[in-house]
């Protein structure tokens, strides 16, 4: 069904933070917030800081649970986030890489994080592409 070349300009990736200049060392959902950019091949426009309301279960059971996926799916699905960015996910992985194309990078600042996605544009759009079958994408 993807099978059309791509016209995409950019997209709206979800950094997760706490402080908003470096990301946290915690799964993403874990974030006290998202900070939110347009981003293409030369540039990254920020967007918007969206706080994450979703809570966790007072008991939870098991490690990734699922209920919080879906509550930051649908909280950045709502601002119209095709890709997240982060160096740690959990075991959601699995589940939000449906939804989003999921970046895994080795910096510590937003910033410097900002650049790589920047860089590795054209690789993002290509997995993005894929639809549900996309994998992660690890960058340097």
């Known amino acids: 069904m993807h099978c059309k070349i791509s016209n995409m300009k950019e997209i709206i990736g979800a950094f997760a933070t706490d402080n908003g200049t470096e990301f946290i060392d915690r799964h993403f959902g874990d974030a006290s917030k ?3 950019y347009k981003i293409n091949s030369s540039s990254a426009e920020y967007v918007e800081t969206i706080e994450n309301t979703v809570e966790e279960e007072e008991e939870e059971t098991e490690h990734g649970d699922q209920k919080k996926a879906g509550g930051i799916s649908a909280l950045l ?20 890489k449906k939804k989003f194309i999921s970046v895994i990078v080795k910096e510590t600042s937003i910033a410097a994080a900002l650049t790589l996605t920047q860089n590795h544009f054209d690789e ?6 894929k639809g549900e079958e996309r994998d992660f994408l690890s960058l340097k």
């Open 124 to 129: 993002i759009i290509a997995e993005w592409e």
């Open 34 to 36: 998202y900070l939110l």
């Open 77 to 96: 699905k709502q601002k119209g986030v095709q890709m997240t960015v982060a160096p740690v996910y959990g075991p959601n992985l699995k589940r939000i």
